[in-house]
């Protein structure tokens, strides 16, 4: 399989770096299908793409995403709404959620609705602090779809999940950096020097010991501590039989920096 080459997702790949960049400015980069199809597409791909290290989501011109296009669910189609969020958003939830790779949302602008949940299923998630999330859901008589129940709960607790959910006021990059729904807040001319620097760090980093790690958190929200500890082990047992182990640990043993050292 190749990378989908879609106008509506411009697709970069540079020093181990996988950006995917939403492109439908007009419609403040709203999913369509074209461009879910696409995104599933080249998510897949990048996953056995060796080249490839890390991935970043954006978006093109004001926003990251304004979520699910509005005006294309509303046109007459022969399928269910089930059947829309079955084949397209649970499975790019779930292909985000379990990328094997690190995974950064670049949240350049409003990410609503769908739009939110994509953005909260990236690993690290850095917001521009002029964005803001919107829980659109119930302002427009919906619910909470895209995994964004799943990871508002566990981010923030009942209580706090619920006011933002049923209120759906706007939640502002600050306030988003407070919560903790994202790991850094700054300005537009800030994005790109904070996104280099992790993306670098991240593109030579021990690939396969971030893969097991990110396996392992993932298991941890759901399994009991003598899983964790039993899935600890073994993982420990495949990360200590790889050569970044054995090039980190020489490098110990000869009293030099990591090569994965920040
Ligand atoms: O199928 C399923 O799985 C159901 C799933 C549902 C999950 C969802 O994602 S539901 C959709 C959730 N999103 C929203 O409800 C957001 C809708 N958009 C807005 O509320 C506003 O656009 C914003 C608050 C995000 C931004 O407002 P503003 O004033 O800065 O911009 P605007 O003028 O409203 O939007 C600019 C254009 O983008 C405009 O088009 P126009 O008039 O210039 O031709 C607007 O219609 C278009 N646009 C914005 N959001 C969407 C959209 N077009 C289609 N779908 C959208 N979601």
Redesign the pocket.
Known sequence: MHYANSETLVTTREDGVLTLCFNRP???N??SVELLRALRQNLEVARADDHVRVVVLTGSG??F?????????GEAREFT?EE??RQ??SPLILALADFPKPTLAAING?A??????VALACDFKLMAEDARF?L??A??G?VL??GTSYFLVRALGRTRALELALLGA?ILANQAEALGLVNRVVSQGAMETQLSDWTRLLARGPSPSFSLIKAALRQAETHSLAEILELETAFQGKATASLDYRRALEAFLQKKPSPFAP
């Open positions: 007009q419609s403040l709203a999913f004001r926003a995403s304004a979520g699910q296009d509005l005006a294309e669910l709404i829309h969020m397209h958003y409003v609503a609705g769908a739009g939110a949940g919107l659109a859901f302002q427009m919906l779809d895209s706007p």
